[in-house]
């Protein structure tokens, strides 16, 4: 089973950083991506980016073009994080941030993937 644990999330003035980190337990076999999402109150849930993290094509990123250029998703092998670095925060950023774990389905252009692990997320807000 994997398990994941979001943290970082807070209030942020527009213009600020935020620094998100989705803690990953379970055997690395049962998943080879990792995304982080977002859901704002009375709006469907968006995906923001995604990262390969499996042998092949390890760090591959994929991101939504309302955060491409804004938001940096990384991973760190020693500490099994995937982080999520935002910069430049607008107002419309604002929501629950939840990261997923799952399987690629394709690594090109970027990754694409089934997802079968949430986590319970973490709230950001920018004002």
């Known amino acids: 089973q994997v398990q994941l644990v979001e943290s970082g999330g807070g209030s942020v003035q527009a213009g600020g950083t935020l620094r998100l980190s989705c803690a990953v337990s379970g055997h690395r076999s049962q998943y080879d991506c990792v995304g982080w999402f977002r859901q704002a109150p009375g709006k469907g849930r968006e995906g923001v980016a995604t990262?390969?993290?499996?042998?092949?094509?390890?760090?591959?990123?994929l991101y939504s073009n309302p955060v491409k250029g804004r938001f940096t998703i990384s991973q760190d092998s020693a500490k099994n994080t995937v982080d999520l670095q935002m910069d430049n925060l607008k107002p419309e950023d604002s929501g629950m941030y939840v990261c997923?774990?799952?399987?690629?389905?394709?690594?090109?252009?970027?990754?694409?993937?089934?997802?079968?692990?949430w986590g319970q997320g973490t709230q950001v807000t920018v004002s």
């Open positions: 990262i390969s993290t499996g042998s092949t094509g390890r760090g591959r990123t």
């Open positions: 997923a774990a799952g399987r690629a389905t394709t690594l090109y252009p970027g990754p694409i993937c089934e997802w079968n692990y």
